[in-house]
């Protein structure tokens, strides 16, 4: 893995000057970090003008590997204030995230490595192959969603 990794830094504080970049990825980090706003923050100070941004975050997740946040359409709309355009879409509706948080269930409480292979390799893509069949059945009601995703430029 040597020569992968140019840059190591902390996203509260990123070690680049202003308006430096066209896009910024950041999936499923906000919820792992001190503070978001900050985060938020950095990522609108070195992207150029008109730049892009694709976040992606957590809706529902247990309490587990240092998880400090959550976020709904809401408060990611007050974190992205300083953007303009932006555009918020749930990642599945209210029976996908059932079913992500049934598997997470799961994957929190087998203990056995063998079950918890059997439930990666066979289970869990069956049940969120069927999570997004049935899926059309929620009729677009996203309040239990999995994740977010957003785009907000500059």
Same mark, same amino acid.
């Given at each position: 893995?040597?020569? =992968?990794?140019?840059? !190591?830094?902390?996203?509260?504080?990123?070690?680049?000057?202003?308006?430096?970049?066209? #896009?910024?990825?950041?999936?499923?980090?906000?919820?792992?970090?001190?503070?978001?706003? *900050?985060?938020?923050?950095?990522?609108?100070?070195? =992207? /150029?003008? $008109?730049?892009?941004?694709?976040?992606?975050?957590?809706?529902?997740?247990?309490?587990?590997?240092?998880?400090?946040?959550?976020?709904?359409?809401?408060?990611?709309?007050?974190? #992205?204030?300083?953007?303009?355009?932006?555009?918020? !879409?749930?990642? $599945? $509706?209210?029976?996908?995230?059932?079913?992500?948080? !049934?598997?997470?269930?799961?994957?929190?409480?087998?203990?056995?490595?063998?079950?918890?292979?059997?439930?990666? /390799?066979?289970?869990?893509? !069956?049940?969120?192959?069927?999570?997004?069949?049935?899926?059309?059945?929620? *009729? $677009?009601?996203?309040?239990?969603?999995?994740?977010?995703?957003? *785009?907000? *430029? /500059?």
């Amino acid at each position: 893995m040597e020569g =992968l990794v140019e840059v !190591v830094g902390i996203g509260e504080s990123l070690p680049f000057r202003d308006a430096s970049f066209d #896009l910024v990825i950041c999936t499923q980090v906000l919820n792992y970090v001190s503070s978001p706003p *900050r985060v938020i923050g950095e990522i609108h100070r070195v =992207l /150029k003008p $008109g730049g892009t941004l694709y976040l992606s975050t957590p809706a529902i997740f247990p309490s587990m590997h240092d998880h400090r946040w959550s976020f709904t359409p809401e408060g990611l709309r007050v974190l #992205l204030t300083d953007f303009s355009a932006v555009e918020i !879409v749930p990642e $599945g $509706g209210s029976i996908a995230g059932l079913f992500r948080t !049934v598997n997470v269930f799961f994957e929190t409480f087998v203990r056995s490595d063998r079950a918890r292979q059997v439930l990666r /390799k066979a289970i869990y893509p !069956v049940t969120n192959t069927v999570a997004h069949w049935l899926d059309r059945f929620s *009729r $677009g009601r996203t309040h239990f969603t999995a994740n977010y995703s957003c *785009r907000a *430029r /500059k």
